[in-house]
């Protein structure tokens, strides 16, 4: 996997303008909102929503055999601008407590609504883990 950044062009913060990726398996990981395993909501607040909706998001992807760093795009779908600036910091340091220093391709999209109220945000993933070693 490769960071795609064009000369001249000032980093990103907190995501890259693009990955490029070789080879590997294709894992598509559908939304997950801030509920936990049982479909229950333990906060109305967006950063606890976001790391559990993340958490959600790896834990599907170890599924698959999958580790953080094979994510190469994530769409998060958010109902409040407002709340997620000023959440901003701590969102920051939730994502590098689960993933690090890896930052993927990423879009933010801000919603009227989602489906699973009181659901604040939403996240969804691509990942490209290596691929299975040909069987002897």
């Known amino acids: 996997m490769k960071t795609l950044l064009p000369e001249g062009w000032a980093p ?7 990955i490029e ?9 559908a939304g997950q909102v801030g ?7 333990h906060s109305a607040d967006i950063a606890p929503q976001f790391a ?17 760093e094979h994510i190469c795009r994530i769409t998060a779908f958010c109902c409040d601008r407002t709340r ?22 990423m879009s933010m999209i ?6 699973d109220h009181p659901a604040v945000i939403e996240l969804e ?8 070693p040909a069987n002897p």
């Open 21 to 29: 990726v070789r080879a590997g398996r294709i894992v598509f990981l």
């Open 84 to 105: 997620y600036l000023v959440a901003r910091k701590e969102l920051g340091a939730i994502w590098r407590e689960r993933m690090g220093r890896h930052y993927p391709a």
């Open 125 to 132: 993933a691509t990942a490209v883990l290596p691929s299975e």
């Open 52 to 68: 559990q909706a993340l958490d959600n998001i790896l834990a599907i992807l170890r599924e698959a055999g999958g580790r953080p």
């Open 12 to 18: 990103p913060q907190g995501y890259a303008n693009g």
């Open 35 to 41: 509920w936990d395993a049982q479909q229950r909501f």
């Open 110 to 115: 801000f919603v009227a609504d989602l489906l």
